[in-house]
């Protein structure tokens, strides 16, 4: 057990009890505990393979390669669209987490196989996300964007893109695009 997932638990206003069960299940399987982005996070030989992280409507466990597990149950949850590997399994209450701590060991076992075997989730590349019109206009008017952009990281541009595109409005992506026009002249990310 690690001090600092001790006291992240402690402090924890929503979920404690069912982020404490998540905890002792996730341990029993012989992983090792850390704290990652601020969330308690179990690792089998430096390999991610769990997450517990809470949100408003539930707590969840988070499978790092959750698109590569097989989802017996079908219980597994895309979070959004965009994400690629990670899959949830959302919970309200302990009960819920007692019913089904059989099938969350035997998921969180074939994770670990998963790891050891080296298996790697297929991410769609860059190239094959649709950038607005409005932002490839601006790359087209801006050379220096255009060079900025492509220096960025691939999940960098990917994050730009996708939050260019997701509003509906062409007036709101134009918007987005000119205030992080900046930051992509600056070598920096969406969220840096």
């Known amino acids: 057990m690690n001090p600092k997932v001790d006291q992240y638990l402690r402090r924890a206003k929503k979920w404690q009890k069912e982020m404490e069960k998540l905890r002792r299940i996730s ?21 991610n393979i769990v997450l517990i992280h809470g949100f ?32 949830q399994i959302r919970f309200t209450n302990v009960r819920e987490i007692d019913k089904i701590e ?7 076992k074939e994770a670990i196989e998963v790891e050891k075997a080296g298996l790697k989730v297929d991410y769609k590349k860059t190239a094959d996300f649709a950038i607005p019109e409005e932002f490839q ?17 691939p999940g960098r541009q990917r ?27 600056d070598g920096k990310g969406l969220n840096d």
């Open 159 to 185: 994050g730009y893109i996708l939050y260019f595109s997701a509003p509906k409005q062409s007036k709101t992506r134009e918007s987005r695009i000119e205030k992080c026009m900046q930051q992509i002249l």
């Open 27 to 47: 341990l029993g399987c012989g992983l090792t505990e850390e704290l990652k982005w601020g969330k308690p996070c179990y690792t089998f030989q430096n390999s």
């Open 102 to 108: 059989p099938i969350l060991k035997a998921y969180i």
């Open 137 to 153: 206009n601006k790359l087209d008017e801006i050379p220096a964007l255009k060079t900025a952009f492509d220096a960025l990281t």
């Open 56 to 87: 408003k409507e539930y707590c969840a466990l988070l499978f790092f390669k959750g698109a590569l597990l097989k989802d017996a149950k079908g219980i597994l949850v895309q979070q959004t669209k965009n994400v690629q590997a990670a899959r």
